[in-house]
């Protein structure tokens, strides 16, 4: 018992003696780091600039009482440390220090023999060996526990058994283990229309749609877009469906591909379309894609989105489209390079985050040939509608 | 039958009641804003045969009728109450239409009584049982829960307590079990989905435009770069107030479940964090706490006014209340809402309920940028204020119903913290626990750790002493593989730390600047020597990862579905552990069928845990000692983070009566 005594004071002054370095450096908290003791004496007095004076001055009384006797028992590479390398030490950062008195515990013993020979500050000897970094590699020094250095041996093999076939049997834990798949691999839908609107305008009233609804996995999904819009009375002036398989490529982007078939007063026309669509930095929703139609035309689409948070439920979204072509396509009135750009803002409140009505203004501009051929056509150019909706999902 | 639950009147009735008693279920609704306070001890069973029959059924909280799962009709569950070295048959009925299990959290069982189906057992099929069957070789303060779907969302938790076989070395008068949960209307499986569909789904604490105008939380340039980062600060908890009520044993913060003591006694609060997805900042205004023990395993003695509970994690506490009434608080960690008790020397008595604070939101450290000199690592919000639009739930009109009357009646002033503190020898430091006033010992006579919260300074310090070398060839982007080699890059990781820190010496995360003790996981040192002080033969690092724009979450980037490999051990093994927080959340990991020791500076007295808490942005090294052959699961807490997929099967071969 006084042996263990002993070498417990003496693990205690060890900590206190240990090189400043190593003090020092363990607050880096960087496991893993090796340091192999020679560095640590031969730099003894390479204090760091941060060290508090006080935390120097305090650590030789205290240590001198408990010096006596244990120092005999400490282990022989103990020889030769500097003990001026106190000098450095930073007691900064002792945690949980004097636990042992406190009341609603009665404390074993042999946790805080070496602690004892310190007046007015009881600390098991552990604590001082605490302070060196787990992964720190410091020879000379008695250390326990998760004070030690890991070692490198080699993983074992990955077992290909099952342990609890043995007790309940293979069959019945092939069928229960359908759960771990169940962990990261359920699937879900989301259905959501970001524009379900009525269109105030000039003229006669319209309305408007964009949505898209998705089933699938994190990372395959099946996609369903569509858009469209239409004049009361006049019926749909154009609309489309897109149907796409979507493959997540990082974080925040989905690759889509599959068809696109339009609907409406033109041409029925049928597109090949591979896009991309996800989260830009700023937290911007965009999305592009390239439309190949049947008729061997080229088309493009850009469009994004921001909701830009008022309060925490009243939501501001700005919103553009252009649409592109790489020809002009008489039957559908589309001349060659930017087709339309169409801008929108829309106030909306998230009563639910599934139902949120909204207000505002959308302008739709026709460009380039395509403008040409509406002002040949007697139609307008450019359109200017409130609108008045509700952005729902489910 | 005495209200409250007296240990020595419990332990009689353990010797006679034997198992399967079931106590009522009906939970009055109280629906004013100051409910008097309802003192209801939880239902207890003992014995060797205990019967549970879990069942769904409605429960009121705060007057309000949700849908349930529990067990035996209660929520929590019944507290089971057991002694070291018993032996203990659990007769289990699933009395729903769908499967269930219970895991008995911390007890170290054999692996086929650890009640994980696919890994442990294969499940309680519907209206079907099962019959758990094992020695009790431990004591301490442990749970138990589902482990299929979201039914532990839904309530299917409960308390265990295992006397010692000796003399407890916590001495106490009385004790009261507080289990803390979440609680919502919505079914869990309906939650996941909502943040599957949209992250973002629960959060009305985010930053706004009108925020911006009043100059709270980050300035115009930080929302920049952190929008441009794509990341949103704000997210703290993923589910929030706005669908949980917080609950103490079952009830609301407007039910005020209420515990009795006697004026001067010493009682133990055994805390547990049931909860599905909510960290909890306790603390019982006017009261000083001492932890004696943390997952079970009791601790050298801490006293501190605030703790963080992480999900699943236990902490047993001594506090010595005075004549009159206290609010015992569990604020969630994003302060969208509170769990609520009172504790009072008679029924009837309330204290007032202190104010939710304002949400931290996350700094350039969470997101494991380390410790960078020129970098303001303050938190926005604790200079500039919180979104003043922020929504909390019901429980945030408490203080005003209950006459708070501002900051003053709550400090707990050192000098004359109560009665806990008088025992108290005059070096009473504690590392992160920061006590400003407090005297020093004279042979510390000079040294000023009060100054001091957690490692923080050290830190910094070492860091511009030393690190600017290494830091100048390090890549500070958020998403460099080569900061992580084991990790499987792809649409699942969202983020690389790429300077994790070990941030276990530091105040958690949201209580950086409170002005009272705050308990970090460095000041807890187990009160005896660990089993095992071997070095661990080898080291593992484990990356936490995920996304959250997609909601996904796994271990080194791969899902338990995708599917992964099992981690091994070798029975008898002793391994060094680092897990690595990739992601911007806190991650409570769990280890099934043993302890592990906290790599926190304490040698051979390391806290031994169950679960442990991983900081955002931060690391967390443990040693664990492979020593109970089987499968176990090895999985963050946090419910939908683990049903996401951030789960493995940890393996530790051979297998009793293999050859090794």
Known sequence: MTRARSALAASALLAFAAPAVAQDHSMHNMPGMTMPAPAAKNKPAAKPAAKPKDGARTAEPKAAPAKAAPAKDAPASMEGMDHGAMQGMDHSAMPGMDHSAMPGMTTPAQGQQGAQPMPGMQMPADEHSGHDMPGMSMEGVAQTGTALPPGNAPAPPIPTDHAADRVFGPQEMMDARHHLAQHGGQTFYQVLLNVAEYQIHSGRDGYRWDGEAWYGGDINRLWLKSEGEGEFRRGLDSAEVQALYSHAIDPYFNLQGGVRQDFGRGPKRTYATVGIEGLAPGFFEVEGALFLSNKGDVLGRVEGYYDQRITQRLILQPRAEFNLSAQDVPETDTGSGLVDVEVGLRLRYDVAREFAPYVGVSYLRKTGDTARFARAAGEDVHATSFVIGVRTWF | ?660
Not at chain 2, 232 to 247: C, E, F, K, M
Not at chain 2, 545 to 564: I, Q
Not at chain 2, 630 to 650: E, I, K, Q, S
Request: aromatic share 6%.
């Open chain 2, 1 to 660: 039958m005495s209200r409250t639950l007296d240990r020595r009147q419990l332990l009689r009735g353990a010797a006679v009641a034997g198992g399967g008693l079931a106590f009522s279920a009906y939970i009055p609704a109280w629906a004013q804003p100051v409910s008097g306070g309802i003192v209801k001890p939880l239902p207890t069973l003992s014995g060797t045969d205990i019967a549970l029959t879990i069942n769904s059924f409605t429960l009121p909280v705060d007057g309000k009728p949700t849908p349930a799962i529990g067990v035996n009709g209660t929520v929590p569950a019944p507290l089971l109450r057991l002694k070291e070295g018993q032996k203990v048959r659990l007769a289990v009925s699933n009395a729903l239409d769908v499967e269930s299990s219970i895991h008995w959290h911390g007890l170290l069982v054999p692996f086929p009584m650890d009640g994980v189906p696919g890994i442990s057992f294969p499940g309680i099929k519907a209206k079907s049982s099962f019959l758990y069957e094992f020695p009790i070789i431990q004591s301490g303060t442990y749970w138990y829960h589902s482990h299929s779907g979201a039914q532990e969302q839904e309530g299917l938790y409960g308390p265990i307590v295992i006397d010692p076989a000796g003399p407890d070395p916590v001495a106490y008068d009385r004790e009261h079990v507080i289990v803390l949960a979440d609680h919502s209307p919505l079914r869990g499986e309906t939650i996941f989905r909502k943040l599957k569909q949209e992250a973002g789904y629960f959060n009305y604490q985010r930053q706004t435009l009108a925020g911006l105008l009043a100059g709270r939380d980050q300035t115009l340039k930080e929302r920049l770069e952190w929008g441009k980062m794509r990341m949103d600060p704000t997210d703290l908890s993923d589910v929030t107030g706005s669908t949980y009520t917080y609950i103490i044993n079952g009830f609301g913060p407007i039910d005020n479940w209420t515990a009795l003591f006697t004026p001067g006694e010493r009682v133990r609060l055994r805390f547990i964090n049931a909860a599905a997805q909510t960290n909890f900042n306790v603390r019982i205004p006017g009261l000083p706490m001492t932890v004696v023990q943390a997952d079970g395993q009791n601790v050298q003695p801490v006293t501190t006014d605030e703790f963080q509970i992480a999900v699943a994690e236990t902490y047993d506490v001594i506090v010595t209340p005075e004549d009159r009434a206290y609010t015992l608080v569990g604020e969630a960690i994003d302060r969208s809402g509170l769990a609520r008790a009172t504790l009072a020397p008679r029924a009837g008595m309330s204290a007032p309920v202190p104010p939710l604070r304002p949400r931290p939101i996350t700094t350039m450290k969470d997101m494991g940028m380390g410790d960078m000199g020129g970098m303001d690592m303050k938190n926005p919000t604790a200079t500039r204020g919180a979104d003043p639009t922020a929504e909390q739930n019901r429980s945030a009109g408490l203080a005003q119903a209950t006459g708070w009357t501002g900051a003053a009646a709550a400090m707990t002033a050192p000098a004359s913290g109560g009665s806990g503190m008088a025992a108290m020898p005059d070096m009473a430091a504690q590392g992160g626990a920061a006590s400003p006033g407090m005297a020093m010992g004279s042979g510390m006579a000079g040294m000023d750790h009060s100054q001091m919260p957690g490692m923080d300074h050290s830190q910094v310090a070492g860091m511009s002493g030393h690190g600017s070398g290494d830091m100048g060839g390090m890549d500070m982007s958020m998403r460099n593989p080569k900061n992580a080699p084991g990790v499987k890059m792809g649409p699942g990781v969202q983020t690389i730390s790429p300077m994790p820190t070990d941030r276990t010496g530091e105040r958690p995360q949201g209580l950086e600047t409170v002005d009272h003790r705050v308990l970090t996981y460095r000041d807890l040192m187990a009160l005896t020597p660990n089993p095992d002080v071997r070095a661990p033969s080898r080291s593992l690092d484990i990356h936490l990862t995920g996304n959250m724009e997609r909601y996904m979450w796994s271990f080194d980037g791969v899902k338990l579905s995708d599917p992964a490999d099992p981690i091994p051990f070798r029975n008898g093994e002793r391994v060094r552990v680092n897990l690595i927080n990739d992601t911007m959340m806190p991650h409570p990991i769990h280890l099934h069928g043993h302890f592990f020791e906290l790599v926190t500076g304490h040698g051979d007295h390391a806290p031994r845990k169950h679960t442990v808490n991983v900081a955002p942005g931060g690391k967390v090294t443990f040693d664990v000692t492979a020593d109970a052959p089987g499968d176990w699961a090895f999985h963050c807490h946090n419910l939908f983070h683990m049903t996401a997929g951030m789960m493995r099967v940890v393996t530790v071969r051979p297998l009793e009566g293999e050859a090794a």
